[in-house]
């Protein structure tokens, strides 16, 4: 596995590396030892979920002001345009946020930080999305930040309105979210 830095320094992106031939492939796609050694993060994951999402689904922007889970993000199918807001106020990238594209194809996945709020919206068909967290599901502690907040900006590449949940389209405006210190 490689480490990548993106332009926020807590986010990473992971590339493992693949063994593949006219047979198929195999990569792992966790290793603790490495994961340790490539990120120098010591964490646990609890819990691991699983979602499927047609063309131009919009999940996000979530996460829990309590029990505030980090996330290691994947696609198994599909492809997704992932991006991580760097919600603590303390935080020299506050406000900032980070999107990129994981998919079946490259096989990346996403470090989320504790403390982001996280989204995607679907750019294939359809797309299979797993991730690992480290804390339980939380809903009474569960928040989401509008996918669409002006002043954080975030440039998804859609070209029609998305579809969104009932409980994203209550989303609240990033200037009145519940945010970390």
Known sequence: MNSIPT??????????????????FFFESFNERT??????????????NHSRSARNV???LHYQIQNPQGKLVRVIAGEVFDVAVD??????????????SLSADNKRQMWVPAGFAHGFCVTSEYAEFLYLTTD???PEHERC???NDPDLAVSWPI?????VS?????????KDADLFP
């Open 166 to 174: 009932a409980k994203d389209q209550e989303g609240k405006r990033f």
């Open 145 to 147: 930040i509008a996918w």
């Open 87 to 100: 919600i603590r106020r303390s935080s020299p990238t506050f406000g900032r946020w980070f999107g990129t």
């Open 159 to 163: 070209t029609s309105s998305p579809l």
């Open 58 to 60: 919009l999940r996000g």
């Open 7 to 24: 332009t926020i320094p807590d986010v990473l992106i992971l590339e493992p590396r693949v063994f593949g031939d006219d047979r198929g």
């Open 35 to 48: 994961w340790r050694e490539q990120t120098g993060l010591d964490v646990s994951f609890v819990q691991h």
């Open 136 to 138: 339980y599901w939380a």
